[in-house]
């Protein structure tokens, strides 16, 4: 390709506009100017033709003789390339990446400098403002304390450390940077290789997470939540891997133990039905039919007295007969035979009408069914009914209650709403004092439902309860 004439190569620099290109005579002066250092700098070529470069440089760099330095360097290097402050016309500062080049002419005479300023401000800027965030981020890295957060090499040794790891797991930085990670694993896991198959595994998914035994450096154990990410530079090669660690000791501990509050609360629950179905049955196949059986022996016996005497027989036969009447409310409320023989509407309807007439209650029973619970779930859930109009009576001052059931997510979901004075307790959390609604939720939550009270005071409460189709789902 032929090379530019001199004409064409002086049209090319004098329009190139993200380049200032300019020539010094030997002593530093201006002596040409293109339109890039029209627009970098300020000046049009008339105003600076002539003057010394060193007018582009910020005064404490002048006292300090950087303008001839920097000839003094080109010449005897052949050039020089430097970033730095330099100034505008109007007296505002750029940040210029600057190459002064030393000329010669084909005799080896020095003819002066070549000098190519870039405006590199908006680069800085960015790039100061990428270093302050990576400091920033590595300084948020490096202080927190609730996790461990360091990073391995590709081969599974730590190359950084932070406060948190030093919390957690007993090492300082010193004593752990350049051990393999797998020191924190128990000897069962290393001999299982479970720390190689961890880094395989995020080496291959991108990430891996895992919860298990951790062993910090006294040798005791903490249960961990690990999230391990594989790391990868800009182009494609790996660098390693990233490692955050969570002690979940206290959570793990906490969990445990409500799960077994929750299966002893069940037990109780399953105990207290068990034994409200012996009595019932036996009220009801003892009790109830040894009375029945006496008062109809009364009833045949003041047939046969005389009529003085009679009276008094329909007066106890009555007081009988009015026993009975109790009992059978009691053998009611103890375990409903509605329930076992007809099922939950029939046997929630049974006890709206037996009880809510007396309490001076108007109410509403709405259902849509589709599925019918299961037995547990439909003694809880009368239960948890039950309780919630028990409260109803007590405290609400309500003049009307509606219960609602429906089928939903493969459960049935329970409402109990009421147009009363309502309260100041809502959510999930009945509160210390309150022992019906902390019941209501556990016998709830037992069953591995869930349980919620919304109420505005002057609005009225709803109580809502979902309970699964089997005992063995959960929410």
Request: glycine fraction near 10%; hydrophobic fraction near 40%; include cysteine.
């Amino acid at each position: 390709m032929d090379e530019p004439a001199g004409d064409d190569l002086g049209l090319l620099v004098r329009g190139v506009l993200d380049y200032a290109i300019f020539m010094l005579d030997p002593t530093g002066r201006v002596v040409s100017w293109n339109a890039g250092a029209e627009r970098i700098k300020g000046y049009r070529a008339e105003e600076i033709i002539g003057q010394h470069f060193s007018v582009f440089y910020p005064p404490e760099e002048i006292a300090a003789r950087k303008p001839e330095r920097e000839l003094e360097t080109a010449l005897i290097d052949g050039r020089l390339e430097d970033e730095g402050w330099r100034l505008r016309k109007d007296g505002t500062r750029f940040w210029a990446n600057v190459v002064i080049t030393a000329l010669f002419d084909d005799a080896g005479n020095h003819r002066g400098f070549g000098k190519v300023t870039r405006d590199m401000t908006e680069r800085r800027t960015a790039e100061q403002a990428l270093r302050e965030s990576e400091e920033r981020f590595r300084l948020l890295v490096q202080d927190v304390v609730d996790y461990g957060i360091f990073m391995l090499d590709p081969g599974g040794r730590i190359v950084s450390w932070n406060a948190g790891a030093q919390r957690i797991k007993g090492y300082r930085a010193e004593e752990i940077i350049g051990q393999h990670f797998s020191v924190f694993y128990p000897p069962e896991e290393i001999a299982a290789r479970k720390p190689e198959r961890e880094l395989e595994t995020a080496l291959i998914d991108g990430r891996l997470e895992d919860e298990g035994w951790r062993l910090r450096k006294d040798g005791t154990r903490f249960w961990a939540n690990v999230v391990i990410t594989a790391l990868f530079d800009d182009a494609g090669n790996h660098r390693g891997f990233g490692k955050v660690t969570r002690d979940m000791t206290e959570r793990r501990t906490a969990e445990r133990a409500l799960v077994q509050r929750s299966r002893l609360v069940g037990h109780l629950v399953d105990a207290q039905e068990v034994e409200r179905r012996r009595i019932a049955w036996d009220v009801h196949d003892d009790s109830i039919q040894s009375m029945v059986a006496v008062g109809m022996r009364l009833q045949l016996l003041a047939d046969r007295l005389p009529e003085e005497h009679r009276e008094g027989l329909y007066t106890l036969d009555e007081s009988v007969r009015a026993a009975v009447g109790r009992l059978r409310t009691l053998v009611s409320r103890l375990r409903p035979p509605d329930l076992d023989r007809h099922g939950l509407v029939i046997a929630l309807a049974g006890h709206l009408e037996e009880v809510l007439p007396g309490w001076g209650l108007e109410y509403t029973l709405r259902h849509d069914l589709t599925a019918e619970p299961t037995s547990e779930a439909a003694v809880t859930g009368y239960r948890i009914c039950q309780e919630a109009l028990t409260n109803v009576h007590k405290h609400a001052r309500a003049a009307r209650v509606e219960v609602s059931l429906s089928t939903v997510d493969r459960g049935t979901l329970f409402r109990v709403t009421d147009d009363g004075v309502g309260t100041a307790v809502t959510g999930t959390d009945p509160g210390r004092d309150h022992f019906g609604l902390i019941e209501m939720r556990e016998r709830a939550e037992s069953a591995h439902g869930w349980w919620s009270m919304s109420s505005r005071p002057g609005e009225g409460t709803s109580v809502e309860f979902w309970l699964p189709s089997a005992p063995d789902e959960q929410r």
